[in-house]
């Protein structure tokens, strides 16, 4: 059964960076989807970038793109998102995904969760 598990969330404030790690076990690393979506208080969840992790091909929201980093370790099975330039509405539950066949901008789509990490920017 594929475990993932959030690192590295917290507080920060606004123009500052975090880092968040998703470590990942009971899977196929090399032959998947990888992601990040979010989600804050009464709002859907949404995505907010995702990875082939055999491959270059990967996707950020408009949202986030220019500011956060998706990238992967594939011998440490680690997924990792790094944030830049933090604003307030980047607050939410950050959690990571995996999809056994293609990438998808629907989180309905998407196969394991991780439990999330709280990302505050205040």
């Known amino acids: 059964q594929v475990q993932l598990v959030e690192s590295g969330g917290g507080l920060v404030q606004p123009g500052g960076s975090l880092r968040l790690s998703c470590a990942a076990s009971g899977y196929n690393y090399d032959r998947n989807c990888l992601g990040w979506f979010r989600q804050a208080p009464g709002k859907e969840r949404e995505v907010v970038a995702h990875l082939y992790v055999r491959g270059d091909e990967t996707f950020y929201a408009v949202a986030v793109k220019g500011r956060f980093i998706i990238s992967s370790d594939d011998a440490a099975n680690t997924l990792y998102l790094q944030m830049n330039s933090l604003k307030p509405e980047d607050t939410s539950v950050y959690y990571c995904?995996?999809?056994?066949?293609?990438?998808?901008?629907?989180?309905?789509?998407?196969?394991?969760w991780g439990q999330g990490t709280q990302v505050t920017v205040s």
């Open positions: 995904a995996a999809r056994w066949s293609r990438c998808s901008s629907n989180w309905r789509d998407w196969d394991d």
